[in-house]
């Protein structure tokens, strides 16, 4: 495989992190730089270790995730716009605390694990095919990382126009990610 096709694969599993991370800094409205960098290191750790784990799966265990991987990925992003879209819809808008900062715990692993589902099957097919991984995965966790930091860069425009809609416009945008992923 040509170092061009990997680089496509790469840049191709990061643009789901890139519409997520749109729509997190829409819901988070100002992020500061910790919340920025827990998003953007998990999503880019999660996109380099979801392709190795698909691939070292199949080589150990020699099965195949076949398409409940894409479903199990596009439900959790659907579950969490629709968490993100009623919280939009909510009248009381106070400001952001801690105890609902999604950019922390389990939250924060739904929203990875969502977005890396897909790695996990480009990882289960590179064992199939029997081509390298570790290339594909750095440079996916690279290039994730760089496309998360744009779209919490972008995500804020967005959210400064949009103001009080912008929960509501992040959390359809998770929703209808995560049904193009698990479901079409």
């Known amino acids: 495989m040509h170092f061009t096709e990997i680089l496509l694969i790469a840049f191709s599993l990061g643009i789901d992190a890139l519409a997520v991370s749109v729509s997190l800094s829409l819901f988070l409205k100002n992020p500061d730089n910790k919340q920025k960098f827990r998003i953007y290191f998990h999503f880019g750790l999660f996109q380099f270790l979801f392709p190795l784990i698909g691939y070292y799966f199949i080589e150990v265990f020699n099965i195949n995730s076949g398409r409940f991987g894409k479903i199990a990925g596009g439900t959790i992003l659907i579950i969490l716009g629709l968490k993100m879209f009623i919280e939009g819809l909510k009248e009381?808008?106070?400001?952001?605390?801690?105890?609902?900062?999604?950019?922390?715990?389990?939250?924060?692993?739904?929203?990875?694990?969502?977005?890396?589902?897909?790695?996990?099957?480009?990882?289960?097919?590179?064992?199939l095919v029997n081509k390298g991984i570790w290339l594909l995965a750095v440079l996916a966790g690279v290039l994730t990382s760089v496309m998360s930091f744009i779209g919490i860069g972008y995500g804020r425009f967005l959210g400064l126009k949009f103001g009080e809609y912008s929960e509501l416009f992040g959390g359809l945008i998770l929703f209808i990610l995560g049904l193009k992923i698990g479901f079409f």
């Open 92 to 127: 009381e808008k106070e400001g952001f605390d801690e105890e609902k900062d999604i950019t922390r715990g389990f939250s924060l692993i739904l929203f990875s694990s969502g977005v890396s589902i897909d790695a996990l099957s480009v990882g289960v097919s590179m064992a």
